[in-house]
């Protein structure tokens, strides 16, 4: 009923920017905490921004002061701009979207966008 789909991943230099974006469709639901998560290959998928539906916002402190999590609730859609990016960024980044769906809140993942910082 409900989908999360990232996009804006891709090749970019050391240096560069990225602009990536999550989209949540379907119907009668209600979304509530969305974040952005990465994979590195051969590491843990580790947190990076979360953003509430108020606006407050966390990043984890590798990405402090170079990516920006922000959110647009009348569509249903989240955002990380990447600034400054560093090799060590690489990783497949993925959308999770908590929902509400009727009574429930479940967790929902996107299929996730590579992102790959190299020169």
């Known amino acids: 009923q409900v989908q999360v789909v990232e996009s804006g991943g891709g090749l970019v230099q050391p240096g560069g920017s990225l602009r990536l974006s999550c989209a949540a469709s379907g119907s009668d639901f209600r979304i509530y905490t969305m974040a952005w998560y990465r994979q590195a290959p051969g590491k843990e998928r580790e947190l990076v921004a979360t953003i509430s539906t108020s606006g407050n916002t966390g990043y984890t402190d590798s990405v402090k002061g170079r990516f920006t999590v922000s959110r647009d609730n009348a569509k249903n859609m989240a955002y990380l701009e990447m600034n400054s990016l560093k090799p060590e960024d690489t990783a497949v980044y993925f959308c999770?979207?908590?929902?509400?769906?009727?009574?429930?809140?479940?967790?929902?993942w996107g299929q996730g966008t590579q992102v790959t910082v190299s020169s």
């Open positions: 999770n979207v908590e929902v509400q769906i009727v009574t429930w809140r479940y967790n929902l």
